[in-house]
């Protein structure tokens, strides 16, 4: 339990936050996946990421994840085997609360040679999986659920030969694409993932980087196409994490709550498939400057906010929905928390997906904010927000979901009173460092 008051005082100065979890994940995977040595700086170093680092050890990969200095910047080095180098797991693969291990493996262990089951904690145990298995099965994969639940445990034999597809994904999921993309690596022809809007494009990115004929086409509507053409091998390199902008939203948020605060938050991705928050809170009257952008592989650039007061459009109303949504699923729990304390009404629609992340976020944010006395109701794919009424301290539930507990602790700052984050060690997932680092823009 952590107990939080309201901020005395304007938030100040530079933060860094730790590297992108999605970036962090496939740096591990592709570096297992390819031919010599990867490099890795900037990893992210929680929970979720270690639980994909455990996965591929088990899968008989050589990772050096003790921090060592290597020009005294903290370096982790996979040596990679090449496609066919991974060996039969002795265990139940475990990969903890990580949806994004959960599915990407389940992409790469399609293809093997071997039989395999993977698993995750309580929350990884009730995640749809039907979304991975249908397309994989298409591709003559042999994945099932073991309780016949479409969840996991997922079985997969192993040993099958694997045909390229063009498959049209209804929502758009970088965790569906990445699986698909990931199998598809072993396939016998060309695999086409379709989606109405293209999510987050890292696996497009990095792919190319160790070598492989990857790209997206974007159509005029928006809606996306990532085509891979396998064959390519891929080669060991060198990634550079950059910090992650999930975790860099709740301190955008926190200065955009606290008056007279002014923060610079260096060295974070700002990939265009990741920043909708930027954008959306510009709308709203955000005061947000993007300073040393640096567009090379994954665009990066330090996020200089200051406390402004967020409003609406016309009828004092905003409305976040379409294809924003992809831009900013895992922020939508704190631009909730921002938009109860905005002079409007916010409407945040077509977010369906929300109710199948680590917790329901529409059940779990609603049921939080209205604990703290913001006006709030749910929808079948969103929440609406009666912005501007006063909150106070409560009792915050985090139902072991990392980003209620940072999205709440910064609701805290802007609360009357003390605010209890009951479940916090949860931040082990994305943020291990969440609450020091909070506590010292605090001080
Ligand atoms: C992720 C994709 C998103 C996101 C998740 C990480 C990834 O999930 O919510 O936190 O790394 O590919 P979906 O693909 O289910 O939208």
């Given at each position: 339990m952590i107990a939080l008051e309201k901020a005395k005082r304007p938030l100040k100065g530079d933060v860094f936050v730790p590297g992108d979890k999605s970036i962090s994940h496939r740096s591990i995977m592709f570096g297992a996946l390819a031919k010599g040595t990867t490099e890795i700086t900037g990893f992210l170093e929680s929970a979720d990421c270690l639980s994909t680092i455990d996965c591929f050890k088990k899968l008989g990969i050589l990772i050096d994840h003790t921090i060592r200095p290597t020009h005294g910047v903290p370096t982790i080095t996979v040596h990679g085997k090449g496609l066919h180098g991974l060996s039969a797991p002795d265990a139940t693969l475990y990969t903890g609360n990580s949806g994004t291990t959960t599915r990407l493996m389940s992409g790469i262990l399609a293809a093997q040679p071997f039989d395999s089951t993977?698993?995750?904690?309580?929350?990884?145990?009730?995640?749809?999986?039907?979304?991975?298995?249908?397309?994989?099965?298409?591709?003559?994969?042999?994945?099932?659920?073991?309780?016949?639940?479409?969840?996991?445990?997922?079985?997969?034999?192993?040993?099958?030969?694997?045909?390229?597809?063009?498959?049209?994904?209804?929502?758009?999921?970088?965790?569906?694409?990445?699986?698909?993309?990931?199998?598809?690596?072993?396939?016998?022809?060309?695999?086409?993932?379709?989606?109405?809007?293209?999510?987050?494009?890292?696996?497009?990115?990095?792919?190319?980087?160790?070598?492989?004929?990857?790209?997206?086409?974007?159509?005029?509507?928006?809606?996306?196409?990532?085509?891979?053409?396998?064959?390519?091998?891929?080669?060991?390199?060198?990634?550079?994490?950059?910090?992650?902008?999930?975790?860099?939203?709740?301190?955008?948020?926190?200065?955009?709550?606290?008056?007279?605060?002014?923060?610079l938050i260096r060295n974070v991705g700002v990939n265009s498939t990741r920043c909708g928050i930027i954008s959306i809170l510009k709308q709203m009257g955000a005061d947000i400057t993007l300073l040393n952008r640096d567009d090379s592989q994954e665009s990066r650039a330090d996020i200089l906010v200051k406390y402004s007061e967020l409003h609406g459009n016309q009828n004092n109303r905003f409305e976040i929905g379409g294809k924003d949504i992809p831009t900013m699923i895992d922020e939508l729990p704190v631009v909730a928390v921002?938009?109860?304390?905005?002079?409007?009404?916010?409407?945040?629609?077509?977010?369906?997906?929300?109710?199948?992340?680590?917790?329901?976020?529409?059940?779990?944010?609603?049921?939080?904010?209205?604990?703290?006395?913001?006006?709030?109701?749910?929808?079948?794919?969103?929440?609406?927000?009666?912005?501007?009424?006063?909150?106070?301290?409560?009792?915050?539930?985090?139902?072991?979901?990392?980003?209620?507990a940072m999205s709440f602790a910064v609701a805290a700052l802007a609360a009357e009173g003390t605010t209890r984050i009951i479940d916090d060690s949860c931040v082990m997932i994305s943020y291990p460092s969440f609450f020091k680092d909070l506590q010292n823009l605090l001080q």
């Open positions: 993977i698993t995750g904690d309580m929350s990884i145990e009730k995640r749809p999986m039907k979304r991975i298995m249908t397309p994989l099965n298409q591709m003559g994969a042999d994945i099932s659920s073991v309780l016949g639940n479409d969840c996991a445990p997922l079985h997969i034999n192993g040993g099958k030969k694997l045909h390229g597809i063009s498959y049209r994904n209804p929502v758009a999921s970088a965790q569906v694409k990445s699986c698909i993309i990931l199998a598809g690596l072993y396939a016998d022809g060309e695999t086409n993932v379709f989606e109405p809007a293209l999510s987050r494009n890292h696996t497009e990115i990095m792919l190319s980087s160790f070598g492989a004929d990857i790209h997206n086409e974007i159509a005029r509507d928006g809606s996306a196409v990532a085509i891979l053409k396998p064959g390519m091998p891929l080669v060991g390199t060198k990634i550079n994490v950059p910090g992650d902008i999930s975790s860099a939203a709740y301190f955008i948020a926190a200065a955009l709550m606290v008056p007279g605060s002014e923060l921002l938009a109860a304390t905005a002079g409007c009404d916010t409407i945040i629609k077509d977010a369906a997906e929300l109710k199948v992340k680590e917790s329901d976020r529409i059940a779990t944010v609603v049921e939080n904010l209205k604990a703290m006395g913001a006006d709030v109701e749910p929808t079948d794919d969103g929440m609406i927000i009666h912005g501007g009424k006063p909150l106070h301290g409560a009792d915050i539930r985090t139902y072991n979901d990392h980003r209620l």
